[in-house]
């Protein structure tokens, strides 16, 4: 078959291989792409190529997700079949594609399926990708023999004799202490350090890596190497692994427990045990005992402790704090075991490549994953770490363009000499910003966009690396200055063409800021990682250095608190001091007097040892702490150590007015009802309420609509009505008949992994030229309708406990966007008090419900995560209050059903209503739904129609999941995801809720048995809510809740809450509903922001900004 | 050329006794284990042999030697520095002849109809070049030995062509050096205990006691490393089985061994089943 796709992927020729697919299809019909699309999938499925199979996967996904959806002649309903989705879950997409494939063919190409096809696709290429990395790591020579180790007799590996070693004067053993500083990336290598891109391009994978020491600034004295991990003989058969950093230590005595990587904290330390093949990664589920592997590596009674400690370096550094200790515990673990010839010192090259595969194998085995060239700490000073083309006897030979693991050139004199080496220590001041953020969605754009060779990434892709040329010349030439320009030409220039989400509206205040203060001396800004906002690098004239470091302290903290509802910060910012290490990863043996952990070790592990009685301290630890105790007195490293110690003996008593206090402050400030609280406390305890107890009973008949139960404005053309209605619509705008509220009492947990943030607030996405927040956009639409109908809009922001105080400050500062009409705040009346989880609930959401099952380690990883929150769950108490956070944390807003029943009770709408007598009708909109404006035709068509609340509902996409439009009992209603009896029944539904809302107020108060001069008397308010509440199901659901601790670390806890939802106001028999089918484009919610992307790509956020209207 | 040389090490301070000891011979004789490996040295030519003994060893060794006293040239070393240096003091002994070079601690059992030092000498001869005898050996024993890459010589099933030598590597270090074409996965070529060697192998251990740090002890891989990129030098897979006599049971085991390939192994076998059957289980 004639295929121009399968031409481009197979083409030798740079030119038509490097094509895009974009540009294709632009010209291509529905019934084109269609062939193409049977060709490619023929095509993927007979290739040997790995490289022509992930590219064909991509493309296949593209065209389903962003191509045949737009062409003429694509129906926008659809099915898609359960059974495709169920498989898609299990993570069989071969098999899924297979039935999402069937259905195309027989009931013919759509929107719905295209989106399933996408996914699968989507997924599919991702899947390749990854097993391939893993096929690579497990057959890298010197890896291999550790998948073949079956019993604890197999294992060749013995402690070097100089480990067994005793102290003559207290039969101590020696200590193996390796240091390793982490790495930074100079010019920011545009993610090309990303395994799959560079085996699929080894030539565009370069990366100039530089090994530092660092201090945070204000807190430590000097710069050394921040990673530290030690190794020593104990005279117990256990596996005792401490992490200092996290305060966290166990002793493991069986063989599963080192694999189960989530139990604890201590998943790095085990990872770093198993690739360094003490515990080889074949022993799992052997059985066998890990007494007997000790016996045979260590000696008999004999065990290993090993101890982690990255001095309190922040997480979320973007200095690849991470693998470089998983570096350094491996290379320690190693050096232990004669895998390298240097005990002591530096080591040799083909060393430090050694580690370097066992490190990413570590990773790989405890399911994370970073770059190749995050492990660049090894190594010593600066180097150009380049993708290697595979070559003979590797064993990606054949099967991708590039080897697994990269090529490191230590940059010598004539590449960098000392000077610049010496200006650029003088010129940078290196940050931590505070926000801690998921990269792992942009990582997976960025692969799909390298692939695609979509156009503009592609060309941004050439110019990045013409950039490094020009830091590399910068260097060789002591011009520390161009280096600067360099690096803010990246990250204004390709990196945010190529991903725009890499810049925030923090980084881009923060600049700014800069720039005003420091003006030409300001050289410039440089990204770390694989996003900004954590670590970041700021390059000054060097006689600047020092004021700069002050006052990016100061705006770092000014900003923050200017942001901090609403961008994710994990932590206070902080400057760092660095040097550039000349040694790469370094060991010592420590003997006799010498042979001591870190102070934070004894901090952490002494005051256990005190508290024993001293004649069951064995001999050792007893030596040990003789040690310990002359060195507290002699060693100024040990100052205060004596103090610490007390504190830790004897913690010091709760201060009053603590957390408890504020918690029940602000409960009682929000409106806290307790006795609701203690009955859903007792139903969830009897099982009488839960996750299985939201659900209809399953005999409940669930039918899809019919066309006469909606009217479809989807189309541009259809229905007939629609002139008049707009006209209708028209004239009510022109006569002030209609306000918005914008629903914004949420924290957004999808968005920021529950970190808390005011969703409202977050600026999600550059348009107009800025950053903007959710809100901005909604008054820019607002602002724009008003103009256009001459009559200013009003707009209601509903907020809770946790947005109003924010939002209310947020838009005070910003003077309300310069918002033309009333603005009003609305602020909530209710809110609840998070509970624990039950067991059976956790259980139910894991167990029962249909998960998308990960890649096989990380599926363990996460299955062993979960094993230890229900596990916490049980101990802390299933039911009891959750309190165990900041108080706005555990608070929660108790769903949306309550937003309009507040615009009652706190006056808002009665205010309005005085001011406004005309107002007849409110627009209500999740903050989230970007798309959605006061639309004339909408408002008309609602108005025709008559009914109390006209919904706005989409067709089904693949995503969009959580309940539909249904025939229930055969009355159309909303249902809600969570009342589902099976998860099928909404597999059947056509239309997707976007809870978008017109509401007519005479005929709501009338629902709520008010009249317009009630709304005044708030007893009788309070009296008709609490009335509906009672008609109105409640929801158990669950949440994930960010509890911040440390350096920037972060847990997370799912909790549950109750919910009242508004979409089941269409169940009671007494409100008159109608239903419209709107454009995707209007209806879409942005709930992840893993979406952004797309929703870049496919024309949405163009969609969007025309309709808006910026007041700057 | 020709092999009428042999050197065998019996220096090692642990190992100074396990000559010494007595089995019973496929020929159903009662000898010590040095005339065993005697037997062997002289089955393959060697008509000098120079044995590397402690001070003060000789008298105890040649009454071991019982009929091969007469063809032994006792060489001392003076002070243990390691298998390397046990070797180096035969120097003078060895002089510009090739040799066969077989350890004290080791008894072999040929699988086919000519012994194992036969099988090792026929080849040397054959290609006029140093040939070590050697083993696939599973990864997880391979610390125990010094151990080869290189690959296998065209035709020939068991003679390889050895490129590296490295002394007991751990398996990340075999893994990246030291695959041989054709093994099974895991499985390396380790020493057999015996090795024929040109006299060059003396310069080449002389090189490497230069390079010695104070207190190293000098081992025969490194010396064989370079012999592989000075020379050509080859390894045979021998067809046999050795046995040290050093580890625990190993004597036990090399008599079974012995007496299973000899004249009394329906004897030995009629026994050890009396013993299974006898022998009461264990709760």
């Known amino acids: ?1112 | 050329m020709k092999i009428r040389k042999a050197v065998i090490t019996a220096a090692a301070p642990s190992q100074r006794a396990l000559p010494l000891q007595s089995l019973v011979d496929r020929d159903g004789v009662q000898k010590s284990a040095l005339r065993i490996i005697l037997e062997e040295a002289a089955s393959a030519g060697a008509e000098e042999i120079g044995l590397v003994i402690n001070p003060g060893d000789q008298k105890a060794y040649s009454e071991a030697a019982g009929d091969f006293a007469s063809r032994l040239h006792f060489v001392e070393q003076p002070n243990a520095r390691g298998y390397g240096h046990a070797l180096r003091c035969a120097r003078a002994f060895v002089g510009n002849d090739p040799f066969l070079h077989l350890v004290s601690d080791h008894l072999y059992v040929s699988r086919a109809a000519t012994r194992c030092a036969q099988q090792l000498v026929r080849v040397a001869e054959a290609e006029s070049c140093s040939v070590s005898g050697v083993q696939p050996t599973r990864e997880n024993e391979i610390t125990y030995y010094g151990t080869l890459g290189g690959r296998r010589v065209h035709g020939q099933n068991q003679l390889y062509e050895v490129e590296n030598v490295i002394e007991k590597p751990t398996p990340t270090e075999a893994e990246q050096t030291l695959i041989v074409p054709g093994l099974r996965a895991g499985n390396y070529l380790c020493f057999f205990g015996m090795h024929v060697l040109t006299p060059s192998v003396m310069g080449l251990l002389e090189e490497c006691m230069r390079d010695l740090a104070a207190g190293d002890r000098l081992q025969l891989s490194p010396a064989l490393a370079k012999l592989a990129t000075r020379e050509r030098y080859l390894a045979l897979d021998v067809q046999g089985a050795r046995y040290n006599i050093g580890v625990r049971y190993g004597l036990l085991f090399a008599q079974l061994a012995l007496s299973f390939d000899g004249n009394d192994r329906d004897e030995i076998l009629t026994q050890m089943v009396e013993l299974l059957a006898s022998r009461e289980r264990s709760a």
């Open chain 1, 1 to 1112: 078959m004639s295929s121009e796709l399968i031409r481009i992927i197979t083409a030798q020729e740079p030119e038509v291989r490097d094509r895009s697919l974009d540009a294709f299809c632009q010209d291509a019909s529905l019934a084109q792409l269609l062939v193409e699309c049977e060709a490619l999938d023929a095509f993927r499925r007979q290739s040997g190529n790995l490289y022509e199979r992930v590219r064909a996967l991509f493309f296949l996904y593209a065209i389903h997700r962003f191509h045949i959806p737009r062409k003429a002649g694509c129906p926008a309903t659809g099915k898609i079949p359960f059974d495709g989705y169920g498989k898609l879950l299990n993570r069989r997409f071969e098999e899924a594609i297979d039935v999402f494939l069937t259905a195309q063919h027989h009931e013919g190409p759509s929107d719905p399926i295209s989106s399933a096809l996408a996914a699968a696709y989507h997924d599919l290429g991702f899947q390749t990708l990854a097993n391939q990395v893993r096929r690579s790591v497990r057959s890298v020579r010197g890896n291999q023999w550790m998948f073949r180790v079956g019993h604890p007799a197999d294992q060749p590996l013995r402690l070097r004799p100089e480990l067994l070693q005793r102290s003559a004067s207290d039969g101590s053993f020696p200590i193996l202490a390796e240091t390793t500083p982490v790495r930074m990336d100079l010019t920011h290598s545009a993610w090309s350090d990303i395994f799959f891109l560079g085996m699929d391009y080894p030539q565009g994978a370069r990366v100039l890596n530089i090994s530092i020491d660092l201090a945070v600034r204000g807190r430590d004295a000097a710069p050394k190497p921040p990673v530290e991990a030690y190794l020593r003989v104990i005279d117990e058969p256990v596996l005792r692994l401490v992490s200092v950093d996290l305060a966290a230590h166990a002793d493991i005595t069986n063989l599963p427990e080192v694999f189960d990587f989530a139990k604890d904290y201590l998943g790095l330390l085990k990872a770093a045990v198993i690739a360094s093949g003490i515990v080889p990664p074949g022993l799992e589920g052997s059985g066998r005992t890990l007494a007997e592997l000790l016996s045979r590596v260590v000696g008999p009674g004999l065990g290993l402790e090993i101890v982690s400690s990255v001095n309190n370096i922040p997480k979320g550094s973007r200095l690849a704090v991470s693998t470089n200790l998983l570096g350094s515990l491996t290379s320690a673990c190693m050096r232990a075991t004669g895998q390298a010839k240097s005990l002591t010192g530096p080591l040799r090259e083909e060393e430090r490549r050694l580690v370097a595969a066992r490190a990413i194998l570590g990773e790989w085995i405890g399911g994370s994953g970073g770059g190749w060239q995050d492990s660049g700490g090894v190594w010593p000073g600066m180097k150009l770490i380049t993708g290697a083309p595979a070559c003979e006897g590797d064993p990606e030979l054949g099967v991708s363009r590039g080897r697994l693991l990269p090529t490191h050139k230590i940059l010598d004199q004539r590449d960098a000499p000392e000077s610049v080496r010496q200006h650029l220590q003088e010129s940078l001041v290196l940050v931590h910003g505070g926000m801690a953020q998921n990269v792992g969605p942009i990582l997976e754009m960025v692969t799909e966009k390298y692939l695609l060779r979509s156009g503009p990434e592609w060309e941004a892709r050439g110019k990045a690396i013409g950039i490094l040329d020009r830091i590399l010349g910068a260097l060789a030439t002591d011009n520390v200055r161009d280096v600067g320009a360099a690096t803010t030409e990246n990250f204004f220039g390709p990196l945010q063409a190529i991903i725009p989400w890499a810049s925030t509206h923090y980084t881009e205040t923060l600049i700014a800021r800069v720039r005003e203060k420091f003006g030409a001396d300001f050289w410039g800004f440089w990204m770390l990682g694989g996003m900004s906002g954590g670590g970041m690098g700021f390059i000054f004239a060097p006689q600047r250095k020092q004021a700069a470091q002050d006052f990016l302290q100061e705006v770092m903290s000014r900003t923050k608190r200017e942001l901090q509802n609403a961008l994710p910060f994990a932590m206070e910012p902080v400057v760092y001091n660095f040097a550039i290490n000349p040694h790469g990863t370094f060991a010592r043996l420590l003997n006799g007097d010498d042979a001591l952990l870190p102070p934070g070790y004894y901090a952490f592990m002494a005051p256990q040892w005190l508290r024993t009685d001293p004649r069951q301290l064995g001999p050792l630890r007893r030596a040990e702490l003789d040690r310990f105790g002359a060195a507290c007195r002699g060693d100024p490293a040990l100052a205060g150590m004596v103090e610490t110690l007390f504190d830790r003996l004897l913690p010091r008593g709760r201060t009053s007015g603590g957390t408890t206090q504020s918690l029940s402050e602000l409960l009682t400030e929000h409106g806290f009802d307790n006795s609701q609280h203690e009955q859903i406390r007792l139903d969830l305890k009897n099982g009488r309420t839960g996750l299985s107890q939201n659900r209809l009973p399953p005999a409940t008949p669930i039918h899809d609509v019919r066309p006469e139960d909606v009217v479809d404005l989807s189309e541009p053309d259809r229905p007939d009505g629609r002139e008049q209605w707009r006209q209708l619509g028209t004239r009510a705008l022109r006569e002030g008949e209609v306000a918005v509220v914008s629903l914004a009492a949420g924290a957004g947990s999808r968005w920021t992994q529950g970190a808390g943030v005011v969703k409202a607030l977050h600026p999600f996405c550059k348009l107009g030229g800025r950053h903007r927040t959710f809100i901005e956009v909604h008054l820019a639409k607002s602002r724009r309708v008003g103009r256009l109908h001459g009559a200013a809009l009003p707009h209601l922001i509903a907020t809770s406990y946790l947005t109003h105080e924010p939002i209310e400050s947020f838009l005070a500062a910003r003077e309300g966007y310069q918002y033309p009409g009333p603005l009003v705040l609305s602020p909530g009346r209710t809110v609840g008090l998070r509970m624990v989880p039950t067991a059976r609930d956790l259980r139910f959401a894991w167990e029962e419900m249909p998960q998308k099952r990960l890649d096989e380690q990380q599926q363990k990883v996460r299955d062993s995560l979960r094993a230890a929150l229900i596990g916490w769950a049980q101990r802390t108490g299933e039911a009891t209050d959750y309190t165990d956070n900041l108080p706005s944390q555990c608070l929660h807003p108790v769903g949306h059903w309550f937003e309009i029943p507040n615009l009652l009770r706190n006056g808002v709408l009665d205010r309005l209503l005085g001011e406004r007598p005309q107002l007849k009708h409110l627009m209500l909109h999740n903050i989230d739904t970007v798309g959605a404006d006061v639309d004339p035709t909408l408002l008309g068509l609602h108005q025709a129609g008559g009914s109390c609340l006209t919904f706005e509902v989409i067709t089904r996409r693949l995503e969009d999941r959580g309940g539909g439009l249904a025939r229930v009992n055969d009355r159309v209603r909303l249902l809600e995801g969570l009342a589902m009896p099976r998860e099928e029944d909404e597999f059947a539904l056509s239309y997707y809720n976007t809870m978008t809302t017109w509401i007519d107020i005479p005929q709501l108060l009338d629902v709520f048995g008010l009249k317009r001069d009630e709304l005044s008397d708030a007893d009788k308010v309070a009296a008709s809510i609490r009335n509906m509440a009672t008609k109105m199901p409640t929801y158990i659901t669950l949440k994930d809740v960010k509890k911040r601790w440390g350096h920037g670390q972060e847990d997370v806890f799912p909790v549950a809450q109750f919910e009242k939802l508004w979409g089941d106001m269409t169940a009671l028999p007494e409100v008159s509903c109608a239903y419209a089918v709107v454009p995707r484009m209007r209806g879409q919610q942005l709930k992840d922001q893993a979406q952004l992307d797309a929703w870049l790509r496919d024309g949405s956020a163009a969609f969007v900004e025309s309709l808006c209207e910026w007041d700057s």
